[in-house]
């Protein structure tokens, strides 16, 4: 835990001292985004020390090529990588013509803030330049959500006791590397820039994938409330400084505000950006920095409206939650159907910025809730238009007839991964891209988008399950060989329970939606069948599948087994383990970790969070006493699922432990890595631990489920949900649970089983 | 097949045209080694066309930092690799200045040939040069058997019906590169370069490993029958070369002999190495080629009346057969205990020139039974000398207690390999490094090796598997998880038969040694128990391991299962496969291969090959019959196995078809990949066919003997092996077949299970 220094506070995210060591964590957690562009909170100025730079434009990647030890054929050709994209933040500021860089001036005083009601990230430094110079910089910035090709700096620097030359060069630069890189390639290529008298662009495109990227700035500079006009320009090729110079006396400032970003031809052509952003640049200074966050507050209200959780008595988990909530829409604000939720957000280039099955198993809930339906109709929509994309990849797999699997990672629908244990063998994700189009049905009530563009994806699944089934002479049933569960501390096992019972399921929910279409709505059923060359003894195939697939259990435990064999391991808990040996995966070599019977995360439980009504109360409670302690919960993903089950079972307390796991991991930097960017995705699983664990929020029958508990710990907590138009809000504290409805048309809703009669004012329950 | 122009004959190699796409496939088959060096049939002279340069010295490696996609814990840090050393065969040819090239000369005449009666490899050229000037090369070189520095070339131009002025150049030369590099690390560094009259060395250092290797050339010159004693010398960084011109008339001839090779400090202490060498190289000059060569056939011929094999009615088959002796014996002498048998040999880079269990499964037999029992004794003493590293290695994967695990690929006894699937999970290779001691014992009947050293070698094995396995209470038996077995078309699979079998087998071994040795000699016994720190307890659990170990078998069709699970596959046999995806993998993705039925290479038979005694004709017959049919022979070493095991069913005629499958394996290029080195690894499976499968040798009970069979397609065969000191020929045709002791003492021998008595007179059958 390297970052153990952020203040609480409720609404802000604070940090109040200089560490050098904690400069590249910070650069992480305040990270800034509006889900068209993000960067990581680098210092404006020059810095000299430890820094990890970064700035991210959301949908421009490079496709980095594939490197492995050993090939396997299938592995694909490159992997689709988040670029670090040329820096438009960068202002230079020199003292008596010496930079200022906080890695070489004595620091006297240091803060900055990340307000999450505003999305405003400011920072306040008092220092002495190494020539004797003390001056105060402020500076404060935000990404609109209003304009996603708008960031705007404010930027000042005054003088202390004494006079001094200061020059200021707010500039954009494109001669900038990527971090991760597989084998040094330049990313970008140089292909222009321009200016005129304060504004200025820049013209890159990726190598290989071909995004033109437009990076621009304009600026305005003031002595102290007088502006200035005089000032010149530096240019290189691939960077043009404004430069402001100025004999300020003691006391004196200088400030300038700098209005710049990113327009990328997956936002327009690239002809029009010049003048498109030229449009944007002069509107923002005209209106100036300080009326532009009056309007990014406003946005920002919008969404807390929508979105917020309270937790009273416990103000590290109440920020805890609202830093989760911040940053899930940061990272994505559902806008675009080009456009998906990276692990890591704008805040890192690992996991190359890609979409993981993360989205629907653990994000989609999150944004279907928290926002209006259309973002959950965007994220269903971005796997639809890549559905070619992934009848593709499974054909080169060897499947065919239109079967599809969905990459497990990607940026264009193309599988990026390249582990043959995860890459060919993790195919479960394919299931949670089917019930995310079951959730959201199930959420909305809507069908429409079901039975004209879900309906060929869950075809293309079903078909690749029936497929990827064989028939066991020796079980007389279907199985499903050479697998990795979610679970991935076990690679290429036989029957895995969860994977074959999500195949059943996805073979089983597609023959049933297509039964239902055909009975409520033939036309529609015929151009299915039309369009995807379907025969009834295709369906009817799946159907014999579902019914005679192979589902692991033990009559002994009368559990469901994980995988065929799991029974065959040294069964010893989690809790027998060496603490100075976990966690496992980074003290164990690999081989050890397959064999030893511990779970990295939920995969058993998985399938009962999935498909909870499938299964008794009974059935849950000793599946989750048998798998419970063998689980290490070495992925941020884990917990939260775990929190949830826990909940259901009724033990609110262990719940509550589980939550604690995710909801600061980022903060307090558990894991000594968040140097490298945030969690974002494992983020939407704290709001799962909250909303489904210990509101017991369910969806059955068009109606919403609450059944709360309260943490010990807490003295209330509350929560908003966008339920088909209605605003709800739960709020739970030691003395009662009520639901309120905030805005919209009442809708039916049972709090701990009994119906709610809603109306504008608060129910007692 | 690309190279399917080598004459057929019986002792020879030939090659009568050139084919520029030949040239590197070429450059593999013709190799030359001599145990401590060993090159690709390079030109001497200039070629600018498609050419693989290769020179390797015997255990010299450069550590090439490990390369992977994804890190696994455990993954060891480089990779062993041969390295491309210093060219010291080159002569630059010039004719009126212009450079003699095969790749822009005419040729009219080209034909190389490998004796291998003498290992003398020669080449004659006649061509026109592009300044039309004809001329004929006589090369010819060979690698001394008696002086394993030292390598001769005599190399001749002679002019037509022209005048012209030849220049030639013998050099050597250090500025050469690696093919095979994961970075692009210059693996050797420059430490210096001395010269005399007509004697030059080079010194290089290879990085990280610090081998210093000295490269030599000395050098006479003759035009016509007159030595040349004016010539000149060019000096560079890293190179040089004597040149020597002449104008000559036509039909005068210019001949350079040229004296060169390496010395190592694997060999001497490098400041001993230039005197060392300019001893050999000047006695070798002054010895002369012609004398030279004579001493080299008297080695070769040495080494044919241990190790031929004789085909009568198919030149082929006898050149093809022939062809792999040479080559085992090119590769590997036996002389020193820190060399092993590369799979490529002297022949490319592939696979890294390092030690794999190939080895002890498929190469002891051959060296034990051509060769004296020294070079067996060397192969064993080769792992005695790496178990600490061995125990090292397994420590890194958490094993205790001095258990050891051999590595998958060596050069030092350190793990190179980086395929977690393979390096953690292949770990039958223990079970091969403990069987060769096995064998050893009963084919030469000595016991001391055992006693004094392989017995710690069997303890660390023993104690390995002891950790290995886990007590499964669902099997109340122990059980092995999470290994990969001979058949890598399958990984991370549980209770692989033969490897459990194989466990089993080897606590067995090293518990009956220990008792043994206990019985007869408890004052070494007790040694044994001090030195490796043994309590009775420890051996006890060994013999309960063994007793309880769980060995898969199916009832229903009466054989041992490849793993648990295997017949829940979709048991489609080979013949189903269309021809255009053989072979699978070249045409299917990984996942679809490891789901699939299909074996890559003997597995469960390889348990039936190594403990054949074990089981009954009718179990071999079983299981022979089941696995057959799912084995694609996708590894050069797969067929011999199956060669040996269709011969000891009496199908000789099947035998002969998968002995088709080895015994020319390079010569006819079947893999379209010859040009990347030899398979010599394989090539000692090709013997095993002859020798175990048609000639049905076996030791047992001190005594040989043999079951023979002659393939239709053969009028005879024969074939010698030493057995304790008696050379012994066996001699089988159509009417006859016979054992004669050629050398040595009368010892053992049954033939069809009578019992010969043996003199050095022919005794018929």
């Known amino acids: 835990m390297r970052v153990n220094h952020i203040v609480a506070d409720s609404w802000k995210i604070v940090e109040n001292s200089f560490h050098a060591d904690y400069v590249e964590s910070a650069e992480s957690i305040f990270s800034l985004g509006n889900g068209a562009m993000g960067h990581r909170a680098n210092f404006e100025e020059q810095y000299t020390g430890q820094s990890f730079q970064g700035s991210y434009i959301a949908g421009v990647y490079y496709p980095d090529k594939t490197k492995v030890g050993w090939w396997k054929n299938g592995y694909p050709e490159y992997f689709a990588k ?76 005054k003088l202390h006791g004494q006079a001094a030359q200061i020059r200021v060069s707010p500039y954009i630069d494109s001669n900038i590397k990527n971090k991760d890189s597989n084998w040094d390639d330049p990313f970008w290529a140089y292909m222009g820039q321009n200016r005129g008298v304060n504004f200025a662009m820049l013209h890159t495109k990726t190598n290989k994938s071909n995004f033109d990227v437009c990076t621009y700035q304009a600026v305005s500079f003031q002595v102290d409330d007088d502006e200035l006009k005089a000032f010149s320009c530096h240019e290189e090729k691939g960077r043009i400084a404004f430069e402001c110079q100025a004999n300020l006396k003691a006391g004196q400032k200088i400030t300038v505000e700098k209005m710049g970003g990113y327009c990328s031809s997956l936002q327009q052509p690239q002809e029009t950006h010049q003048n498109h952003v030229k449009q944007i640049a ?32 416990d103000t590290k988990a109440q920020q805890g939650i609202r830093f989760n909530i911040f940053q899930l829409n940061q990272t994505y604000t559902g806008k675009n159907a080009l456009l998906n939720i990276g692990p890591k957000g704008f805040t890192g280039e690992k996991y190359g910025g890609s979409t993981y099955w993360d989205t629907e198993a653990y994000c989609f809930p999150f944004y279907m809730a928290t926002k209006n339906e259309s973002v959950a109709e965007n994220l269903l929509n971005y796997r639809y238009k890549h559905l070619q994309k992934a009848i593709e990849n499974a054909a080169k797999l060897g499947f065919t007839d239109g079967a599809a699997l969905y990459p497990m990672v990607t940026m264009n629908g193309e599988e990026c991964h390249n582990e043959w244990e995860i890459t060919f063998e993790e195919i479960h994700r394919n299931a949670a891209i089917a019930y995310a189009i079951y959730a959201y049905e199930r959420y909305t009530g809507k069908t429409a988008y079901v039975e004209t563009k879900g309906i060929d994806v869950l075809v293309g699944i079903a078909r690749f399950w029936a497929q990827r089934v064989n028939f066991s002479k020796d079980k007389n049933k279907y199985v499903i060989l050479g697998i990795t569960g979610p679970n991935e501390y076990e690679n290429n096992v036989n029957n895995n329970w969860y994977t074959n019972y999500a195949a059943k399921w996805c073979m089983e929910y597609a023959g049933n939606k297509l039964e239902q279409i055909a009975k409520e709505k033939p036309k529609i059923h015929q151009a299915i069948y039309d369009r995807l060359g379907l025969s009834q003894s295709e369906v009817l195939d799946w159907k014999e599948k579902t019914c005679r697939i192979y589902l692991p259990h033990d009559a002994k435990h009368d559990v469901f087994l994980q995988q065929d064999g799991f029974l065959d391991k040294d069964l010893k808990e989690t809790s027998l383990i060496p603490p100075d040996e976990r966690p496992i995966n980074q003290h164990w070599s690999w081989d050890r970790i397959l064999r030893s019977p511990y779970i990295k995360q939920a995969d058993v439980l998985q399938g009962f ?60 930097d558990y894991n000594a890595e968040v140097d490298e960017g945030l969690h974002i995705t494992s983020m939407a699983g704290t709001w799962l631990s909250v909303v489904e664990g210990f509101g017991g929020m369910r969806i059955k029958n068009d109606a919403v489920y609450f059944s709360p508990q309260l943490p010990k710990a807490w003295t209330s907590f509350s929560f908003k949900i966008n339920f088909r138009g209605a605003i709800l809000e739960l709020f739970v504290s030691i003395s009662e649970s009520r639901v309120t409805l905030i805005e919209g048309e009442p809708c039916a809703v049972f709090l701990n089983g009994e119906s709610v009669s809603l109306t504008p004012k608060p129910v007692l329950s």
Request: with cysteine; glycine share 4%.
């Open 82 to 157: 988040v670029l670090n994209a040329p820096n438009w933040i960068g202002i230079d500021v020199h003292c008596n013509n010496v930079a200022v860089d906080l890695n070489t001036a004595t620091i006297h005083d240091f803060s900055r803030t990340l307000d999450m009601r505003s999305g405003l990230y400011s920072r306040e430094v008092t220092l002495t330049t190494s020539d004797g110079i003390k001056l105060t910089i402020n500076s404060a910035r935000f990404l609109a959500l209003f304009q996603e090709e708008l960031g705007c700096i404010k930027y000042t620097v």
């Open 282 to 313: 002069h509107n923002a200074l005209n209106k100036g920095f300080d009326a532009l966050l009056d309007l990014q507050k406003t946005h920002w209200e919008g969404i807390w409206k929508m979105a917020d959780i309270t937790i009273e008595g």
């Open 609 to 668: 969070y999935f498909f909870e009504d499938h299964f008794s109360f009974e059935q849950l409670k000793r599946n989750f006493d048998f798998y419970e302690p063998f689980t290490v919960h070495e992925s941020s993903l884990s917990p939260s699922i775990h929190a949830v089950l826990a909940a259901a079972l009724g033990r609110v307390e262990q719940s509550y432990e589980f939550y604690l796991r995710t909801s600061r991991l980022d903060l307090d």
